[in-house]
């Protein structure tokens, strides 16, 4: 039986191939697609997420727009990054395919009262403030949810919006303090993994020549995000920071990482939405976090690449 999950998404153009991923893949039935303000904001993001499964064929796939807004913080967006759209790189149509009426935190708490308990995966690749809210409000469903499979963090790589912090934990830290320390089972995929995974020109190139239309999108996107990071750090490609949580799910054994304590600054002056992973396990506090640290490039790229080809 294919494994359910809800992706909770601010698209930007990583995010697009994550659900392109998800969407390609038997393995994975996406119960519904949940959107959060941050790279661009909520009336951005939703639509971005509806342009992408039009553009993938799945209009049955229900989407949702979620909090406006961080739990207590200004919204900081990142359009230095993903552009002012959140999905530059190719133009797509405005989308048939209506917006739920549904919030998307109240869907979230459906979802999981409805479905058996443990069977349920939340894969959060925005800031985390639709579960924490979610959370909140429905503190029953917190035993409900089967694991949290997330992007977010930075540990030896440190910051990509700060010095010390990666942008889905800066965003809104106090949401992300409240989602580790809910004692849900959680896998994050930190800058450390996916700084890693980077585009190569071949790549990029193959998916140009696909013939369907998703594998073009895939290379519009990732010229435009690439020319962000090589500007940045002379990367040579661009990151595919949230496909690593979909393949994770696939194919865990691409992985590396320790079951280790992350704690989540909420206070710092100059560190704040720091992921403070006790790597070395120099105290004793307890592990809430399997916290991953390496990939197979390459068995990630062609997992990448043979999944977006069965795609229209
Ligand atoms: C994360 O921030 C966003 O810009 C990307 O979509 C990814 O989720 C990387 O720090
Ligand atoms: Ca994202």
Not at 191 to 215: F, I, K, Q, Y
Not at 252 to 257: I, K, Q
Not at 283 to 305: C, E, K, M, S, Y
């Amino acid at each position: 039986m294919a494994q359910k999950i809800i992706i909770d998404t601010d698209p930007g153009q990583d995010d697009a191939v994550a659900i392109l991923l998800a969407l390609a893949s038997p393995e994975l039935e996406v119960l519904g697609i949940t959107t959060v303000a941050g790279n661009v904001p909520l009336d951005l993001t939703q639509l971005n997420a509806r342009k992408i499964i039009e553009l993938a064929g799945r209009p049955d796939i229900p989407v949702f727009a979620g909090c406006d807004r961080p739990l207590s913080r200004d919204l900081v967006t990142a359009e230095h990054v993903h552009g002012k759209t959140g999905l530059d790189g190719i133009a797509l149509p405005d989308p048939s395919v209506p917006l739920q009426d549904r919030h998307a935190v109240d869907f979230i708490i459906d979802t999981l009262r409805a479905q058996d308990p443990g069977t349920v995966t939340l894969v959060p690749i925005g800031p985390l403030t639709n579960i924490a809210q979610a959370f909140r409000r429905a503190p029953d469903i917190v035993a409900r949810v089967q694991q949290i499979v997330l992007m977010g963090g930075a540990y030896f790589e440190v910051g990509n919006i700060t010095p010390a912090a990666e942008f889905n934990i800066y965003v809104d830290p106090e949401a992300a303090a409240e989602v580790f320390d809910a004692d849900v089972p959680l896998v994050v995929l930190p800058l450390d993994v996916t700084h890693t995974a980077l585009t190569s020109r071949e790549w990029v190139d193959a998916m140009a020549a696909l013939p369907g239309r998703c594998g073009p999108a895939v290379a519009g996107w990732t010229d435009f995000f690439e020319r962000f990071d090589k500007e940045k750090y002379g990367s040579l490609g661009a990151p595919l920071h949230d496909p690593c949580t979909i393949a994770w799910l696939l194919r865990p054994d691409m992985f590396t990482g320790r079951h280790i304590n992350v704690q989540i600054e909420t206070e710092g002056r100059w560190t704040t939405g720091m992921t403070v992973a006790d790597w070395w396990r120099v105290t004793d506090r307890a592990p809430n976090a399997l916290f991953l640290r390496q990939v197979d490039h390459d068995a990630l790229f062609d997992l990448l690449a043979e999944r977006i080809a069965r795609l229209p």
